[in-house]
């Protein structure tokens, strides 16, 4: 999961880290304008968004034809190499460093889930998958914190100030790809691959059970049931070319039971990036310094504490809520919460008008600031983590990847849209685009409510049954039951006919 540290941690250094004068110097900014300064600034961030968009959509067939293992192995070299390139220190290889490094990324946000959902035992599968979010929470964490104490205690003189943040990718994505050579493979690819001893001895090997305990040979009797109903529904594959059996995949999401099972994580998703959060992230350092939050370091101090109440909601919500409270009932709570911050933030931006050249304390202004804090607690804890647990386990095992490759590359997508948006959005509308924001997540609240089952604690192969659909283990029985008789049937005859 050190990936996903590495993931947010990309995001929170690069925003401090573009504020940092060593930074503007080594790179040609300090005489830009606003305008060409902001415009750069997000060219710099578009690009990285960009290059996690594309490979995310690629990582598709390399999750089915390598495994999941060497698709967190393969992206991580990528990412590497773009990290090193970015240390060189002129423009041009700093957009090709984060091209590469969101090509390095991409996959991994879509295979990290789907390698935890089908390796982590149903009961605790929420709160595995919900490291994803801790993770990552983290890595804004490490981001925040690492560019105030450069700006503190490294004068703006040294190209130090901004290569130590740069550099810290590096020992990061180091320790994803040791560790990836220790993982084994998830059991359940293993056994849509005829590789059934392997996945026994691996199943074996995560469970910590002899191969005799009965809830290993269930669990494994629900693995094998499940993919041979995928291939009584779909045909089998085996021998055909990946694409093919992509795109009869692709065609198998198309049905109506299906499309719903997998459209709830990739709505989830789109909820999650239309709920402002980088529009609060961005509108936050203004109204901090409506309180008298001036100065590079002091606001990079209120914004480090804005990740550390993100991150200790995130643990205590993916550690503890997400598999005892339940995924549709936190996402819920948060909508509410979330909603009436944006609405609140929205509503003092009107009244007070807030600019740079606000210095009053005043009730408001501290509302404000409280309900970000409150605003950030809501999102960390439901919309930062579980809309990746559902792409990751709402899925039938046969389209699985592709349910977590839609979720994953959807995030990207309107991360992407938001972050461009955003800085438009304020300077034409102002308060109005948290109105907008806020509207969309109680729009997201009713989708939510009435589309959403529960699903803590289903085992995967019986989501189906979340969703009012026929269990697919139990179809499967009754088609072995049904073969069995008509063989027994057909035995009677021929000894009736001697």
């Given at each position: 999961?050190?990936?996903?540290?590495?993931?947010?941690?990309?995001?929170?250094?690069?925003?401090?880290?573009?504020?940092?004068?060593?930074?503007?110097?080594?790179?040609?900014?300090?005489?830009?304008?606003?305008?060409?300064?902001?415009?750069?600034?997000?060219?710099?961030?578009?690009?990285?968004?960009?290059?996690?968009?594309?490979?995310?959509?690629?990582?598709?067939?390399?999750?089915?034809?390598?495994?999941?293992?060497?698709?967190?192995?393969?992206?991580?070299?990528?990412?590497?190499?773009?990290?090193?390139?970015?240390?060189?220190?002129?423009?041009?290889?700093?957009?090709?460093?984060?091209?590469?490094?969101?090509?390095?990324?991409?996959?991994?946000?879509?295979?990290?889930?789907?390698?935890?959902?089908?390796?982590?035992?149903?009961?605790?599968?929420?709160?595995?998958?919900?490291?994803?979010?801790?993770?990552?929470?983290?890595?804004?964490?490490?981001?925040?914190?690492?560019?105030?104490?450069?700006?503190?205690?490294?004068?703006?003189?040294?190209?130090?100030?901004w290569r130590v943040p740069v550099s810290l990718q590096i020992p990061l994505i180091c320790a994803l790809l040791l560790g990836s050579i220790f993982l084994p493979e998830s059991p359940r690819f293993l056994m849509k691959r005829d590789n059934i001893e392997k996945a026994t001895s691996t199943l074996c090997q995560l469970r910590?059970?002899?191969?005799?305990?009965?809830?290993?040979?269930?669990?494994?009797?629900?693995?094998?049931?499940?993919?041979?109903?995928?291939?009584?529904?779909?045909?089998?594959?085996?021998?055909?070319?990946?694409?093919?059996?992509?795109?009869?995949?692709?065609?198998?999401?198309?049905?109506?039971?299906?499309?719903?099972?997998?459209?709830?994580?990739?709505?989830?998703?789109?909820?999650?990036?239309?709920?402002?959060?980088?529009?609060?992230?961005?509108?936050?350092?203004?109204?901090?310094?409506?309180?008298?939050?001036?100065?590079?370091?002091?606001?990079?101090?209120?914004?480090?504490?804005?990740?550390?109440?993100?991150?200790?909601?995130?643990?205590?919500?993916?550690?503890?809520?997400?598999?005892?409270?339940?995924?549709?009932?936190?996402?819920?709570a948060a909508c509410g919460i979330m909603s009436f911050s944006l609405f609140f933030v929205g509503a003092y931006v009107k009244i007070a008008q807030p600019d740079e050249t606000t210095q009053d304390i005043n009730s408001g202004a501290i509302a404000a600031i409280a309900f970000i804090y409150i605003y950030s607690i809501g999102?960390?804890?439901?919309?930062?983590?579980?809309?990746?647990?559902?792409?990751?386990?709402?899925?039938?095992?046969?389209?699985?990847?592709?349910?977590?490759?839609?979720?994953?590359?959807?995030?990207?997508?309107?991360?992407?849209?938001?972050?461009?948006?955003?800085?438009?959005?304020?300077?034409?509308?102002?308060?109005?685009?948290?109105?907008?924001?806020?509207?969309?997540?109680?729009?997201?609240?009713?989708?939510?409510?009435?589309?959403?089952?529960?699903?803590?604690?289903?085992?995967?192969?019986?989501?189906?049954?979340?969703?009012?659909?026929?269990?697919?283990?139990?179809?499967?029985?009754?088609?072995?039951?049904?073969?069995?008789?008509?063989?027994?049937?057909?035995?009677?005859?021929?000894?009736?006919?001697?």
């Amino acid at each position: 999961m050190d990936n996903l540290v590495g993931h947010n941690y990309d995001n929170a250094f690069m925003g401090g880290t573009l504020a940092l004068t060593s930074f503007k110097r080594q790179f040609g900014l300090v005489d830009k304008s606003t305008t060409e300064f902001n415009n750069l600034s997000s060219n710099i961030v578009i690009t990285f968004q960009a290059g996690c968009l594309f490979a995310c959509l690629l990582s598709l067939p390399c999750a089915e034809i390598l495994g999941r293992r060497l698709t967190l192995i393969i992206p991580s070299i990528i990412f590497l190499i773009g990290a090193v390139i970015e240390l060189i220190g002129n423009l041009e290889s700093l957009y090709a460093g984060r091209i590469l490094t969101g090509l390095g990324l991409g996959p991994l946000t879509m295979v990290a889930p789907l390698y935890v959902s089908e390796i982590a035992p149903a009961a605790f599968r929420g709160r595995c998958i919900g490291f994803f979010e801790i993770m990552i929470q983290l890595g804004a964490l490490l981001g925040f914190w690492i560019n105030y104490g450069v700006s503190r205690h490294i004068s703006s003189s040294s190209a130090a100030q901004w290569r130590v943040p740069v550099s810290l990718q590096i020992p990061l994505i180091c320790a994803l790809l040791l560790g990836s050579i220790f993982l084994p493979e998830s059991p359940r690819f293993l056994m849509k691959r005829d590789n059934i001893e392997k996945a026994t001895s691996t199943l074996c090997q995560l469970r910590n059970l002899d191969i005799s305990h009965p809830l290993l040979q269930q669990e494994l009797n629900d693995i094998y049931t499940e993919v041979q109903l995928e291939r009584e529904s779909m045909g089998d594959t085996r021998g055909e070319s990946t694409w093919t059996s992509i795109k009869k995949k692709w065609h198998e999401c198309t049905r109506p039971q299906i499309m719903h099972r997998i459209s709830v994580g990739v709505i989830c998703q789109m909820i999650a990036q239309l709920s402002g959060i980088n529009g609060m992230n961005y509108f936050s350092p203004l109204i901090f310094r409506s309180l008298g939050v001036t100065g590079t370091d002091t606001g990079l101090f209120a914004t480090g504490i804005y990740g550390v109440v993100k991150s200790v909601s995130a643990t205590v919500s993916m550690l503890f809520l997400v598999d005892r409270v339940g995924r549709k009932t936190l996402l819920l709570a948060a909508c509410g919460i979330m909603s009436f911050s944006l609405f609140f933030v929205g509503a003092y931006v009107k009244i007070a008008q807030p600019d740079e050249t606000t210095q009053d304390i005043n009730s408001g202004a501290i509302a404000a600031i409280a309900f970000i804090y409150i605003y950030s607690i809501g999102y960390a804890s439901a919309f930062g983590g579980i809309p990746y647990i559902l792409s990751s386990e709402t899925a039938p095992l046969n389209v699985r990847s592709i349910s977590a490759t839609l979720g994953a590359s959807m995030q990207w997508l309107m991360n992407l849209v938001i972050t461009k948006a955003t800085p438009y959005m304020i300077s034409s509308i102002g308060y109005g685009t948290f109105f907008f924001f806020g509207s969309c997540v109680v729009c997201g609240g009713v989708y939510i409510f009435v589309f959403l089952p529960e699903t803590k604690g289903v085992p995967l192969e019986h989501m189906a049954m979340a969703f009012g659909h026929e269990d697919m283990v139990a179809v499967t029985e009754r088609i072995v039951k049904a073969k069995s008789d008509q063989h027994a049937l057909s035995e009677i005859e021929q000894v009736e006919k001697v």
